[in-house]
């Protein structure tokens, strides 16, 4: 029985950091810092002369004053994946990102199944099995998901692509140079996690010494009571 209970312990050290990793993953998404922009050229509108380009919004400090307190403040512009402005890389990454969203959301699920299975001790042997091992591939698929999209990002950056945004945003299509930003460090982050706990999760095998009690109907406990 204790090392049913360590096992268990074990198992939710790894949910927890599968869950840690799906937080970051959705932090990173919402993050504007996955591309920074040098123009190189700066302007009134844009006296720094970078721009903060995400997957949700781009935002850069204008030159323009709100109030005479500050002399400069931050823009942002949002957008979404049905602007048809957005290059294909940006909305293919959007949508996987999504996907990962997904499937760690199942996995999630998947997890805290197994977990009350394993903890109560009152399911058969597979059915525990198969919510660890379901979790665990869903969590593998999100963490290779998260990294497509990092390393797809990091190759637009090295190809230095631009975005043709609208004329009302005041930013040109394309940089003098750019850099990745410093979601992709929450995004690599989420990766590491989401893998770690996926095969941690994907090859759990059950305890040999574990007491596994089958399933009890409502009229076997009529009869025995």
Known sequence: MSSYLSSGNTQLTGFLLTVVGWILLGVSVGQVEWRL???????????????WVGLVKVCYYSGVRLSPQRRTSKVCHAYGRRNSFLPEDIRAIQNILLLACILGALGKASLV????????????KSTACNSFTIGGLCYLSAGICVLICVLWNSYAVFKNEGI????????????????????????IISIILMLLGGVFFFFYKFPVECPVYPLITRQEMDISS
Do not use: C, D, M
Not at 113 to 124: A, Q
Not at 164 to 187: D, L, Y
């Open 164 to 187: 043709n945004f609208p004329a009302s945003f005041h930013i040109p299509p394309r940089p003098k140079t750019q850099e990745v930003g410093t979601a992709i460090s929450t995004a």
């Open 37 to 51: 922009w040098h123009l190189g050229n700066t302007t009134s509108i844009i006296p720094t002369g970078s721009v």
């Open 113 to 124: 199944i197994g977990l009350r299975n394993l903890y109560l001790g009152i399911v058969r």
